[in-house]
């Protein structure tokens, strides 16, 4: 899964390159990652919330969290097509996708290193603040 995960993440770079431009409509209406990569995160995700929810004694949590995770995938998936694929969505207008936005474009100008890549998370910056691994414009 992380083999297939990485090839798509590069392929994707690939295609949404300094050369090519960071927005690109020949790619169709979706640069979503493949939906089957989304079936192991979503049962790694209640593996893990069903030992946690065990200890804690609750099943409520372990919905919660399966929930949220699918919740969490659908809106980056918007997210990051409205990024790529801009078309005047309501999203596409706010502040917040603004940000999102420049933190992005940063993420594909990063010198093309993937051993060390920067602003990985399309959504929610806090787990790139938590590993290091968040840049801010200059």
């Given at each position: 899964v992380l083999v297939g995960l990485r090839k798509s993440h590069v392929d994707h770079h690939d295609f949404y390159s300094r050369?090519?431009?960071?927005?690109?409509?020949?790619?169709?209406?979706?640069?979503?990652?493949p939906h089957y990569f989304f079936i192991p995160v979503t049962l790694i995700s209640w593996a893990v919330a069903s030992v946690i929810g065990?200890?804690?004694?609750?099943?409520?949590?372990?919905?919660?969290?399966?929930?949220?995770?699918?919740i969490h995938y659908i809106f980056f998936?918007?997210?990051?097509?409205s990024m790529?694929?801009?078309?005047?969505r309501?999203?596409?207008?706010?502040?917040?996708?603004?940000?999102?936005?420049?933190?992005?474009?940063?993420?594909?100008r990063m010198d093309e290193d993937?051993?060390?890549p920067?602003?990985?998370?399309?959504v929610?910056?806090?787990?790139?603040?938590?590993?290091?691994?968040?840049?801010r414009r200059k």
């Open positions: 050369e090519e431009g960071f927005t690109n409509h020949s790619h169709g209406n979706s640069v979503a990652i065990h200890f804690l004694g609750s099943t409520l949590f372990v919905w919660c969290f399966v929930v949220t995770t699918m998936q918007y997210v990051h097509t790529h694929i801009p078309k005047g309501w999203i596409e207008r706010t502040k917040w996708f603004k940000k999102k936005m420049a933190e992005h474009v940063i993420h594909h993937f051993e060390h920067g602003n990985i998370c399309v929610c910056s806090w787990a790139d603040r938590l590993f290091g691994t968040y840049f």
